[in-house]
Structure formats: structure tokens, C-alpha cells
């Protein structure tokens, strides 16, 4: 399960310390003319590319840190209220969550006029060839700078290793991964995979509902979504996405997701999106059901 408010939420816009404007585009905007939590991922990513490290930039210009990749593990990105302009400027606050021995988490929020829209947190792994590697002194000096009042906000945990299992999920769909989802490298892009949650969650809804609300499948993506990479993604290729549906309310329907490549678990992902017109009788059903 996830925790029901990012610790971002805490936080007011001072309490940042690096803040850049983005400008909202009409490819971020759903079909129900707001900025969609896909989208938002893609907002949050550019200010975070643009943080500068100037200790650790130097150690590893100079050649003292062995070759290393950056890999992106985890998010959290969650949509605090409706909004959507094409043009239209936002002010994203960034600053780092916390740092552990080789892995660290930026923990953002998104700003119109002041008021909190959005919220979001990203965890990096520094690793090498054999596996996660310690973060250099000079690295850690550059994180502690950017780090954020702590707050009270529970912390997700970590999810249920049946998580992994296929046979898990009841319910399945298929995707398709295309060239334009292939970053520089040379795999899946991880927003492009939180892309495919919501192909899954739609057509999984549609099933439901049928034909009639074809048209109405923006309302039940989600707003809510945390992430968890646990494998690299190739093009092209098909995977599964299986989906269960591990509770929900008068308004909400919480999802389990697992992306899997043939029985190999290549990310998990929790989600809430709205009920709409999802009966109670068809979501019991869906536990039971096994469909692809």
C-alpha cells in the first residue's frame, strides 16, 4: 500500500531550496483538459536534471571516482488538485528528501499562485557493475546542502515480495513498447512505463464499464501513483501488466500493479484514481476474474 500523503505536502514553497519555473504544454494536458499525473512526472523530471553537485561534478572531472551509473529506482508523484492551462507557468520547489549509503531521494512540489498542486519524490542508486556502490564524501556534502526540514509524514514500505509473483494479479493487460518510449539509454524511459500503468488501469476499467464509457476513461486514471523499477525495460518487446485491486471507497479504487516480462518482475507500482462509476459488485468480481 502506499502512505496517503507525500512528505512534500508538509512543505511550504520557502521551505525549497532550489525552485525553477516550467511551462505547461498542451501534450500534458488529458482529455479531460487537465495536466495529467504522467505529465507531471515529465514536469518533475526537469528540475531535477538541473540541480547542479559542484563537489562531486569536479571529483569525478578530475577522474577520482570510478565509472558509475545512475539508476533511477522509485517514485512517488501525486496530484493535490485539478489544474491544466496550456502556457501557463508553474513554479516547482526541489530539494533532497534523504541520503542513505548509496541511494538518495529529492522530494518536490509543484506551486501555482503559491498553492500546492502536486507533489512528488524520486530515489536515485549510485551502482557500478557489481551492484550499489558507497556515495563519495563530495557527493554527500552536495546533498546535505539541498536537504529538507524533516517532517512527520509516514514512510511507504516497501512492497510484498508476492508483489513480484505473477499469479498474484487477477486481472492482466498487454503493451507494446514503441521507439519513442527509448531514452539515450537504450531502454524503456521510467515515465513511459508509468504511461503504461495508466494503459492497464484504462483498459481495465473498460472492461468493466464497456463500450458505452469509452469516452469517459480520462476521469479513472489515476492521481496517485508509487513506483518501484526492479529491472531494465528493452524495446521492442511486449509485457504484461498485472492489476488487482486491493481496496476501495465511496470514491477511490486502489490498485496493485506488477509489470512483468514473461515471469520476471520488472516493476511494481501502487495507484489511486477515482471510482466513478465502478460498482462494487464489479471490482469483487475483478479480484476473481483472470483475463489478458
Given at each position: 500500500?502506499?502512505?496517503?500523503?507525500?512528505?512534500?505536502?508538509?512543505?511550504?514553497?520557502?521551505?525549497?531550496?532550489?525552485?525553477?519555473?516550467?511551462?505547461?504544454?498542451?501534450?500534458?494536458?488529458?482529455?479531460?483538459?487537465?495536466?495529467?499525473?504522467?505529465?507531471?512526472?515529465?514536469?518533475?523530471?526537469?528540475?531535477?536534471?538541473?540541480?547542479?553537485?559542484?563537489?562531486?561534478?569536479?571529483?569525478?572531472?578530475?577522474?577520482?571516482?570510478?565509472?558509475?551509473?545512475?539508476?533511477?529506482?522509485?517514485?512517488h508523484?501525486?496530484?493535490?488538485?485539478?489544474?491544466?492551462?496550456?502556457?501557463?507557468?508553474?513554479?516547482?520547489?526541489?530539494?533532497?528528501?534523504?541520503?542513505?549509503?548509496?541511494?538518495?531521494?529529492?522530494?518536490?512540489?509543484?506551486?501555482?499562485d503559491g498553492h500546492l498542486v502536486a507533489t512528488a519524490e524520486a530515489t536515485i542508486v549510485l551502482a557500478d557493475k557489481s551492484g550499489p556502490i558507497t556515495l563519495p564524501?563530495?557527493?554527500?556534502?552536495?546533498?546535505?546542502?539541498?536537504?529538507?526540514?524533516q517532517t512527520s509524514a509516514a514512510i511507504a514500505s516497501k512492497p510484498d515480495p508476492r508483489r513480484r509473483e505473477r499469479q498474484y494479479y487477477p486481472a492482466a493487460a498487454t503493451v507494446h513498447s514503441r521507439v519513442g518510449d527509448v531514452d539515450l539509454n537504450r531502454h524503456v524511459n521510467y515515465i513511459a512505463q508509468l504511461g503504461w500503468y495508466d494503459e492497464a488501469i484504462a483498459s481495465y476499467a473498460h472492461r468493466l464499464l464497456g463500450d458505452d464509457a469509452a469516452r469517459k476513461l480520462p476521469r479513472y486514471l489515476p492521481w496517485r501513483y508509487?513506483?518501484?523499477?526492479?529491472?531494465?525495460?528493452?524495446?521492442?518487446?511486449?509485457?504484461?501488466?498485472?492489476?488487482?485491486?486491493?481496496?476501495?471507497?465511496?470514491?477511490?479504487?486502489?490498485?496493485?500493479?506488477?509489470?512483468?516480462?514473461?515471469?520476471?518482475?520488472?516493476?511494481?507500482?501502487?495507484?489511486?484514481?477515482?471510482r466513478g462509476k465502478l460498482s462494487a459488485t464489479a471490482l469483487a468480481w475483478s479480484r476473481q476474474w483472470t483475463g489478458s
Open positions: 500500500m502506499i502512505d496517503e500523503q507525500s512528505n512534500a505536502a508538509l512543505l511550504a514553497e520557502d521551505d525549497f531550496p532550489d525552485h525553477r519555473q516550467v511551462v505547461q504544454r498542451f501534450g500534458d494536458l488529458a482529455p479531460d483538459g487537465t495536466t495529467s499525473t504522467v505529465a507531471l512526472s515529465r514536469l518533475f523530471e526537469h528540475p531535477r536534471v538541473g540541480l547542479r553537485f559542484s563537489r562531486f561534478e569536479r571529483l569525478t572531472a578530475d577522474g577520482g571516482f570510478k565509472p558509475y551509473q545512475i539508476l533511477f529506482v522509485g517514485q508523484v501525486e496530484r493535490q488538485a485539478a489544474f491544466g492551462k496550456v502556457g501557463a507557468t508553474v513554479r516547482i520547489g526541489t530539494g533532497i528528501r534523504a541520503i542513505g549509503r548509496s541511494s538518495y531521494t529529492y522530494g518536490q512540489g509543484m506551486f501555482i564524501d563530495e557527493l554527500r556534502a552536495d546533498l546535505e546542502e539541498l536537504q529538507l526540514p508509487r513506483v518501484t523499477y526492479l529491472g531494465e525495460v528493452l524495446h521492442p518487446r511486449s509485457y504484461d501488466i498485472g492489476i488487482a485491486v486491493s481496496g476501495h471507497d465511496e470514491h477511490t479504487v486502489h490498485y496493485e500493479l506488477g509489470l512483468f516480462d514473461g515471469g520476471q518482475c520488472l516493476g511494481t507500482a501502487d495507484a489511486a484514481a477515482p
